[in-house]
T-cell receptor, first 117, second 115 residues
Framework: GAVVSQHPSWVICKSGTSVKIECRSL??????MFWYRQFPKQSLMLMATSNEGSKATYEQGVEKDKFLINHASLTLSTLTVTSAHPEDSSFYIC?????????????FGPGTRLTVL | AQSVAQPEDQVNVAEGNPLTVKCTYS??????LFWYVQYPNRGLQFLLKYITGDNLVKGSYGFEAEFNKSQTSFHLKKPSALVSDSALYFC?????????????FGKGTRLSVIA
């Protein structure tokens, strides 16, 4: 149980286009989802925290108008990179926290590698 | 503020030898502590966690970690390393009573097990 999926697993796009990444909790309801970004050989950096039905909370330095997060339901969150540029190329990982039953655990998706040409 | 330090970028160990990956934390309250492993181009896989109780925590794939409050450490250990253990390991911390805050990760330690 507690599986988190991401789609797509990798994407290549042209500079200036927008890319949407989906994160789904497959067998549980995730009241909170987190989006992380990982550069090569570096740790995961938290981008934003989103609760179902409310606006995401962004970390300092993360542009909310560039990285649009929608947490439409308890099983789906999306991250849209708008007007992508080469510096946005990175590995994006979502994470979902289980509800009240196992409040301490975060489960991670497999990640999405974005390459902007 | 909560933070995690992994002092070693790289750990090399011979197959069959014991391995240790170090982690120290800094939190103002009581922490929840976690270890995750990441294989190339993959997401994170949960290994083990310390919440409360016994300071020695046993996890997946034969790994274990010991919570040491006086030294604020949570080192990951395995008695006999396998080549397949080669991966990137992350220590993470979260406040015990921090509501909805996420995990905070260390920078990661790359483990290389040599046959």
């Amino acid at each position: 149980g507690a599986v988190v999926s991401q789609h797509p697993s990798w994407v290549i796009c042209k500079s200036g286009t927008s890319v949407k990444i989906e994160c789904r909790s497959l067998d549980f309801q995730a009241t909170t989802m987190f989006w992380y970004r990982q550069f090569p050989k570096q740790s995961l950096m938290l981008m934003a925290t989103s609760n179902e039905g409310s606006k995401a909370t962004y970390e300092q330095g993360v542009e909310k108008d560039k990285f649009l997060i929608n947490h439409a339901s308890l099983t789906l969150s999306t991250l849209t990179v708008t007007s992508a540029h080469p510096e946005d190329s990175s590995f994006y990982i979502c994470s979902a926290r289980v509800g009240r039953e196992r409040v301490n655990e975060q489960f991670f998706g497999p990640g999405t590698r974005l390459t902007v040409l | 503020a909560q933070s995690v330090a992994q002092p070693e970028d790289q750990v090399n160990v011979a197959e069959g030898n014991p391995l240790t990956v170090k982690c120290t934390y800094s939190v103002s309250g009581n922490p929840y502590l976690f270890w995750y492993v990441q294989y190339p181009n993959r997401g994170l896989q949960f290994l083990l966690k310390y919440i409360t109780g016994d300071n020695l925590v046993k996890g997946s794939y034969g790994f274990e970690a010991e919570f040491n409050k006086s030294q604020t450490s949570f080192h990951l250990k395995k008695p006999s390393a396998l080549v397949s253990d080669s991966a990137l390991y992350f220590c993470a911390v979260r406040y015990r009573n921090s509501g909805n805050t996420p995990l905070v990760f260390g920078k990661g330690t790359r483990l290389s097990v040599i046959a």
